[in-house]
């Protein structure tokens, strides 16, 4: 995602301080107010706080909108805004609620566009906005044609990135041929795009800044002229376009590419889609490779590379389990070597790599016991996730991602049918309760995972290794979530389409909480 313009707001005729901030009245104070509120949350991240505070600088640019519907920066800022507050919603959410949002900052870019067709930062979110709209359609059940309505979004997402990259291209090479003349010359020419990598709104904390070259280099600014019955003057910081500014376009291009691929119902259309997927990340390559290596962009921009590199040969290699039935270990080889010069050579503490590489393992494993029964092979590439997701843990030790991964990945373990796994289950369904039991402890207002982990150990400690009260240990699990606020409706959600949580899990609790409920309903 990229961040909101930088609004600069006319020096008052009076430049006496003021003792006393006045309450916000006009465009520009609203204005104001709506990026302090914002700059708040970015300070946050995560969490109440982040939330409230970008709550509140939506409504303040809404206030701004209200008084001056003729200002795409405005609107920009309020779409991004509402793009970022969906990946505030729990997991559990319903994906119409998410779409309801969503769609109203998809709006909001649209409506940015109409009023200046060549913003590229609109542009861009506008389509990391329909990225995401297809992600969500994917799970939604109350939306008519989803997959057509996914298949749309993502097209033209690829469009409006290619349309992005291809004017920040003739920028670049613009700028290159002022050459000297660049530092005088910096007026409507040139537009901004100040691009954050972000695949879900809710977890990517990876961002890029401009090109160090230039990172002192003030540009001038950009006066919008007001509509003709306002009173407004608005200014607007612009920058230059940089190389990573293209590597920026060309990782979400190719991260939409490889989404589209992996849903096409034709394998070689499939297959074509993740070849052009990477052929974007070796356009990113040679970007990269006109930078300097001194750079602070350079070593994150080499970084990001790799793990879309990754994620593409990942995602091709189980589509194409999905066409054979046959495990591709070379595309899986490939993802894992990847992560692992990361790891190795640019970033030992990187945990987007070692997360990353643990899901990989865990999908091979996964993919080698359904192609044939279990082997060593799928032991040891779950022994290998495990160490990874626990190298991980150790850099951030409350993680609930983190940790809830790990507890699946120790029932997972629990129930292959080795001779290994048996001797080692009860430790391992120990180990599963352990790591859910701390997700819950970190956190304990998310019911959406962490809870039921912790009482799915418990119970099979006692169902599949015979430790006694460990099912009654499972019922006050059960109880405390309930008490937070779980529910039957929850409860089917989490458990809905889920192949790692065993049915006679399922059927107990509904039996021992929900049954009542459900005949009180037939009723």
């Not at 002192?216 to 950009?222: A, L, T, V």
């Not at 959600?493 to 006679?504: A, C, M, N, Y």
């Amino acid at each position: 995602m990229s961040r909101p313009q930088n609004r600069r707001l006319p020096k008052p005729k009076n430049d006496k301080p003021k003792k006393n901030a006045k309450e916000p009245e006009t465009f520009d104070d609203f204005l104001a107010e709506g990026i302090a509120f914002e700059e708040q949350g970015e300070r946050y991240q995560t969490g109440d706080r982040a939330q409230r505070n970008y709550e509140r600088a939506a409504g303040m640019y809404e206030k701004a909108h209200a008084l001056n519907d003729q200002d795409p920066d405005c609107l920009y800022n309020w779409g991004r805004i509402q793009y970022i507050l969906v990946g505030f919603y729990p997991a559990h959410t319903a994906p119409e609620a998410k779409l309801k949002v969503l769609d109203e900052a998809i709006e909001k870019f649209r409506k940015a566009l109409t009023l200046d067709a060549n913003k590229t930062d609109s542009q861009f979110n506008l389509a990391q906005a329909l990225h995401l709209r297809s992600e969500i359609l994917q799970d939604a059940t109350e939306v008519d044609n989803p997959y057509m309505q996914s298949a749309m979004a993502l097209q033209e997402a690829i469009s409006l990135f290619e349309t992005v990259y291809d004017g920040q291209e003739r920028e670049f090479n613009g700028q290159r041929l002022d050459g000297s003349h660049h530092d005088h010359q910096h007026n409507d020419e040139h537009k901004h795009d100040d691009h954050q990598r972000n695949d879900n709104p809710k977890h990517d904390n990876h961002q890029h800044n401009d090109d160090p070259k230039h990172e002192d280099h003030h540009h001038d600014e950009q006066k919008h002229e007001p509509a003709p019955s306002s009173e407004y003057t608005t200014v607007t910081e612009v920058e230059a376009t940089t190389a990573y500014s293209l590597i920026d376009t060309l990782l979400s291009m190719s991260d939409t590419m490889t989404t589209m691929a992996s849903m096409l119902a034709s394998y070689q259309s499939a297959v074509d889609l993740f070849s052009k997927a990477r052929s974007k990340l070796g356009l990113a390559e040679k970007w990269l490779g006109t930078t300097s290596d001194e750079d602070k962009e350079h070593k994150q921009a080499r970084i990001q590379i790799n793990l879309k590199e990754a994620q593409n040969f990942s995602q091709q290699a189980e589509r194409s389990f999905l066409a054979s039935k046959r495990v591709d270990h070379d595309l899986f080889q490939q993802a894992l070597g990847r992560l692992d010069d990361i790891i190795e050579q640019l970033d030992p503490r990187n945990v987007e790599a070692f997360c990353d590489k643990g899901d990989i393992l865990g999908s091979y494993a996964e993919l080698i016991a359904q192609e044939d029964k279990p082997t060593s092979d799928v032991w040891q590439h779950y022994a290998q996730a495990d160490k990874s997701l626990k190298a991980a843990l150790k850099i951030e030790s409350k993680n609930l991602n983190i940790l809830n991964k790990l507890g699946d990945l120790s029932i997972a373990r629990a129930r292959l049918e080795l001779p290994v796994a048996e001797r080692n289950k009860a430790q391992l369904l120990k180990n599963a309760e352990f790591y859910f039991k701390q997700a819950v402890e970190t956190d304990r207002q998310v019911l959406t995972s962490g809870y039921i982990g912790w009482a799915y150990s418990c119970w099979a400690l006692e169902e599949w290794t015979q430790v006694e009260d460990k099912k009654k240990a499972a019922a006050k699990v059960i109880q405390l979530w309930l008490g937070r606020g779980g529910s039957a409706e929850m409860f089917g959600d989490l458990t809905e389409d889920t192949e790692t949580v065993d049915s006679d899990f399922i059927e107990w609790v509904n039996e021992e909480f929900f049954e009542e409920e459900g005949s009180e309903e037939d009723d």
